[in-house]
C-alpha cells in the first residue's frame, strides 16, 4: 500500500512565526501536491512538483512556499504564519501518468492553528 | 471561480436506499473525473473514476455517471450502508496538460439507521 506520510497530526503557532510542514512517501512517486481543505471551501491546491527540485504554484500560493530536495519529500513552508492560514493541510503523491488518469494518494493531515 | 461545484454541503438518507451526489463543472478540458472519500481525521481516499469517453463506470455499490454535454457527474450509492458516512470530494482534471486535480466544496453524506 502506498503510504503518505505527514509529520504532524496537529500543530499550534504563533502569528509571525516560521511554520513547516513536512511529508513523506514511500512508493518513490513524481508528484506530489500540497493542498488545504477549509469548510465550504473543499480541497485546494496551494503548490505541487513533478520532480525533484521542481516546484509550480497551485491556486492559492501566497503566503507559502515549498521545496523537494528529495523525491520522497516534499515541505510546505509559511514563512510568516497568519491567523488565516489555519487550516487542515492535506499532502498527496502519484505516478506521473500525464495522457491518462491520476490519482491521488492522500496523508492523514496536518490541522494547523495560528494564534 | 470554482470550476467543479457541489451544489449540495450535505445529504441524509436512510440506511438501503439510493444515495445521489452531484457536481457540475465548467471547465471544458476536464477529461477524467474522479470521487474521493473522506472521514474525519483522516485524509480523502479515492472511491472511483471515469474518463470522459466513458458515460457510466460501476464499482460494486458505487457508479459514477457523466453527462459531457451538461458537464454534471453523479455518484450512487446502492444500497447506502451506515459506514457510507463521509465527506465525498468530485475532482476533474485536463490529462493534456497538468496532472493537478481540480475538487469540488464536498458533500457530507449521512447515513441513517
Known amino acids: 500500500d502506498v503510504k503518505v506520510t505527514q509529520s504532524s497530526r496537529y500543530l499550534v503557532k504563533r502569528t509571525g512565526e516560521k511554520v513547516f510542514l513536512e511529508c513523506v512517501q514511500d512508493?518513490?512517486?513524481?508528484?506530489m501536491f500540497w493542498y488545504r481543505q477549509d469548510p465550504g471551501l473543499g480541497l485546494r491546491l496551494i503548490y505541487f512538483s513533478y520532480d525533484v527540485k521542481m516546484k509550480e504554484k497551485g491556486d492559492i500560493p501566497e503566503g507559502y512556499s515549498v521545496s523537494r530536495e528529495k523525491k520522497e519529500r516534499f515541505s510546505l513552508i509559511l514563512e510568516s504564519a497568519s491567523t488565516n492560514q489555519t487550516s487542515m493541510y492535506l499532502c498527496?503523491?502519484?505516478?506521473?501518468?500525464?495522457?491518462?488518469?491520476?490519482?491521488?494518494?492522500f496523508g492523514s493531515g496536518t490541522q494547523l492553528s495560528v494564534l | 471561480d470554482q470550476q467543479v461545484k457541489q451544489n449540495s454541503p450535505s445529504l441524509s438518507v436512510q440506511e438501503g436506499r439510493i444515495s445521489i451526489l452531484n457536481c457540475d463543472y465548467t471547465?471544458?478540458?476536464?477529461?477524467?473525473f474522479l470521487w474521493y472519500k473522506k472521514y474525519p481525521a483522516e485524509g480523502p481516499t479515492f472511491l472511483i473514476s471515469?474518463?470522459?469517453?466513458?458515460d457510466k463506470n460501476e464499482d460494486g455499490r458505487f457508479t459514477v455517471f457523466l453527462n459531457k454535454s451538461a458537464k454534471h457527474l453523479s455518484l450512487h450509492i446502492v444500497p447506502s450502508q451506515p459506514g457510507d458516512s463521509a465527506v465525498y470530494f468530485c475532482?476533474?482534471?485536463?490529462?493534456?496538460?497538468?496532472?493537478?486535480?481540480?475538487f469540488g466544496t464536498g458533500t457530507r453524506l449521512q447515513v441513517t439507521l
Open positions: 475532482a476533474a482534471s485536463n490529462t493534456g496538460t497538468a496532472s493537478k486535480l481540480t
Open positions: 471515469i474518463s470522459s469517453i466513458k
Open positions: 512508493m518513490d512517486h513524481e508528484n
Open positions: 471547465n471544458s478540458m476536464f477529461d477524467y
Open positions: 498527496a503523491s502519484s505516478f506521473s501518468t500525464v495522457g491518462s488518469g491520476e490519482k491521488l494518494f
